[in-house]
């Protein structure tokens, strides 16, 4: 751990750049993975959209369920250097994995991801938390997680550009393969800067009322994996809608059943930290379900709903570096979709196709179709995801000056407050996504893109009041010994929400009017606000307790 007097410790730039390239992978391969798979056209899957929200979400939701056993072997066994090189390497292996044909490789890469995440994820947050133990730095540790929260969305906003460059110009392969490429980066600056934080990598001792290694294992994780293959291949029908969804749900169970036996294991002292996080867990898993809709619903409404017309005179410069897709009026194989862009399905759950114009053309009039022969330039649809991450770079040093200047005046909200304001800023946001139902007459015509950059705006303003002091409120309250396997717990609210957020996505075409469904986010994300309003003094002392600040 650097012991230099600056403003924060030098160790937070490494790990910046690590994430940074960590997350390009991630996010790039995101922002193509559902369109890959609901592509019927140039060489994806070809599977309806219910099925691929239904895999996205299991994915999304698997990749922050294995945080839970990464932390746990960093705490105890490996510490936290080593675990995050092997989680770097996995994923790695993993992206360029999914260039390969088959649907064995993409099975066994999905699952190399959702590995090397759970080594990787958890445990450079908390090397992060580590560097700002030091008293110097103590009382910039949620300005710490601020800037390295902007690392991750410098990452997450690079991604899309050159997701759509390579899949416009080379095809799915060559950007799942640069995916990889990202993630070696980020591993190599991550070696780099191994002296500025080879202090903070301590594993903790295990104290006499701490489960062993061998029995967490003996009694939670064998217990989940046995639970997830009895939801998946016994149980008769789909209880929670479908087989995936019913085996994460029942391997789940004996993991949070886990996360109770520490609060009730816990000392006198660690009980109610343990508490007050294990309930704002339970309570942000509503965000994440909202939030993560952005790789599926909202990708969605991007590639159907929106307007994406490339501004005149642009198409030249943006078609040479791959951001423009072109339609026109010729006919080609095309899913067959109904008036509100539903897929027929054959048997195996395969699009079925037909010969036609570009979906696109659906719901815009005839009087704006392309001239016979001539192409309609169009924004690709995963620039879209480009757009949380640039509100994110852009916002981040308002809300830490805005934080800075209540502070600075006594009037700072608390943590837990700053998560409950988050939660209403998300309802807000869906709110804005139903301004745009009701504007495109409920997807009869195209809505302006300014609907989705607009709601985009204002969840990245909820995300940043909730996500980052989530993080911060971890490195806070959590027992030293139970720091790594806490953070682990932050990522399984995430890892659920993500599921949850799947499951909703996976509805979108039971509604025949799209407001119901954002409503229905709008409705879940203001219930629990109300919940952490309910909790919020007992929230307060308890963080004031334990770190002499709110």
């Not at 309806?48 to 105890?76: N, Q, W």
């Not at 294992?217 to 029908?237: K, M, N, Y």
């Not at 192409?375 to 308002?398: A, G, H, K, W, Y």
Request: hydrophobic share 50%; charged share 15%; proline share 5%.
């Amino acid at each position: 751990m650097s012991t230099t007097k600056s403003k924060h410790p030098k160790g937070l730039y490494y790990l910046f750049f690590s994430e940074m390239w960590e997350r390009f992978g991630f996010y790039l391969m995101l922002a193509i993975f559902f369109l890959y798979m609901i592509d019927a056209q140039n060489g994806g899957l070809g599977i309806s959209k219910e099925s691929a929200s239904d895999i996205f979400g299991t994915f999304i939701a698997f990749v922050y369920l294995t945080p839970f056993v990464g932390g746990l072997l960093a705490d105890r066994v490996l510490g936290y250097r080593l675990s995050i090189s092997i989680g770097g390497i996995l994923m790695a292996i993993g992206y360029v994995g999914l260039a390969l044909p088959g649907d064995l490789a993409m099975v066994a890469s999905l699952g190399l991801i959702i590995i090397g995440n759970g080594f990787f994820k958890p445990n450079i947050s908390t090397l992060l938390g580590g560097l700002y133990s030091a008293p110097e730095y103590q009382d910039k540790k949620d300005t710490g997680y601020n800037i390295f929260y902007m690392g991750i969305n410098l990452g997450a906003f690079i991604a899309p550009f050159v997701a759509s460059y390579l899949r416009n110009n080379y095809g799915w392969g060559y950007a799942f393969a640069a995916a990889g490429v990202g993630m070696l980066l980020g591993v190599i600056i991550f070696w780099m800067g191994n002296k500025h934080y080879k202090d903070a990598d301590v594993r903790k001792p295990v104290e006499a009322n701490d489960m062993p290694l061998s029995r967490i294992f003996g009694i939670v994780i064998l217990p989940a994996v046995i639970a997830g293959v009895l939801g998946w291949v016994l149980i008769p029908g789909d209880v929670f809608g479908s087989n995936s969804t019913d085996a994460f749900i029942f391997g789940a169970i004996p993991i949070m059943v886990f996360y109770g036996s520490l609060w009730a294991r816990a000392s006198a002292e660690d009980k109610r930290p343990v508490a007050a996080l294990l309930s704002i867990f339970a309570v942000v898993i509503v965000f994440w379900a909202i939030f993560k809709q952005n790789g599926t619903a909202l990708t969605t409404w991007a590639e159907y709903y929106t307007d994406r017309e490339m501004v005149s005179g642009l198409e030249g410069p943006a078609g040479a570096i791959g951001m423009v897709q072109n339609v026109d009026q010729s006919l080609s194989t095309v899913p067959d979709y109904d008036q509100n862009f539903r897929a027929r399905t054959d048997a195996d759950g395969k699009v079925i196709t037909k010969e036609g114009v570009a979906p696109y053309l659906n719901n815009l009039p005839k009087t704006q179709w392309p001239e016979e022969g001539e192409p309609l330039s169009l924004i690709s649809t995963e620039l879209f995801q480009s757009i949380n991450p640039f509100f994110v770079i852009l916002l981040t040093p308002l809300v830490v000056w805005f934080f800075t200047f209540l502070r600075n005046r006594g009037k700072e909200p608390s943590t837990p407050a700053k998560i409950m304001w988050g939660l209403v800023i998300t309802a807000l946001s869906t709110l804005v996504m139903v301004g745009a139902v009701f504007a495109s007459m409920n997807g009869a015509e195209k809505s302006s893109a300014m609907w989705l950059v607009g709601s985009y705006a204002v969840i990245t303003i909820g995300e940043l009041f909730l996500s980052p002091m989530g993080l911060s409120l971890v490195s806070k309250l959590s027992p030293p010994r139970l720091t790594a396997l806490m953070m682990g717990g932050w990522f399984l609210a995430t890892s659920i929400g993500n599921k949850l957020s799947g499951v909703l996505a996976s509805m979108w075409d039971k509604y025949d009017h799209k407001a119901f469904f954002f409503l229905v986010n709008c409705a879940g994300s203001l219930l629990a606000a109300f919940a952490i309003f309910l909790m919020l003094k007992w929230l307060r002392q308890i963080v004031l307790a334990h770190t002499g600040k709110n």
